[in-house]
């Protein structure tokens, strides 16, 4: 069982960047399947990007190009870089992980263990 932590969420205009941070309290977490999702109002929860054990990378079509995923295993934590940020991208980010490989890297059924949460707001 890992404890996941999320941080760096915020407010910023259209345009601008953010770098949310999670960090995992456990061990093993190299052999961990880590990723974000994010939610708004009114919406159900989607998968915005994930990394593998082996640092293969998944994302959503909203985001490519926009997002960068990455981890540092050798201080539990994930990264998720986010530039040329929207209006449309406002919403509550969610770190989730597994042990192991994810079937469906951006499927909310694929997680086991989920942080609190961090805010993302983007101002036109």
């Known amino acids: 069982l890992i404890k996941l932590v999320e941080s760096g969420g915020g407010s910023v205009q259209a345009g601008g960047s953010l770098r949310l941070s999670c960090t995992a309290s456990?061990?093993?977490?190299?052999?961990?399947?880590m990723a974000w999702f994010r939610q708004s109002p009114g919406k159900e929860r989607e998968g915005v990007a994930a990394i593998d054990p082996d640092g293969d990378t998944d994302y959503a079509d909203s985001v490519k190009g926009r997002f960068t995923i990455s981890k540092d295993d050798a201080q539990n934590t994930e990264y998720l870089q986010m530039n040329s940020l929207k209006p449309e991208d406002t919403a509550m980010y969610y770190c989730?992980?597994?042990?192991?490989?994810?079937?469906?890297?951006?499927?909310?059924?694929?997680?086991?263990?989920w942080g609190q949460g961090t805010q993302v707001t983007v101002s036109s």
């Open positions: 456990g061990d093993f977490y190299a052999r961990y399947s």
């Open positions: 989730a992980a597994r042990f192991g490989i994810a079937l469906s890297p951006l499927d909310n059924d694929d997680y086991n263990y």
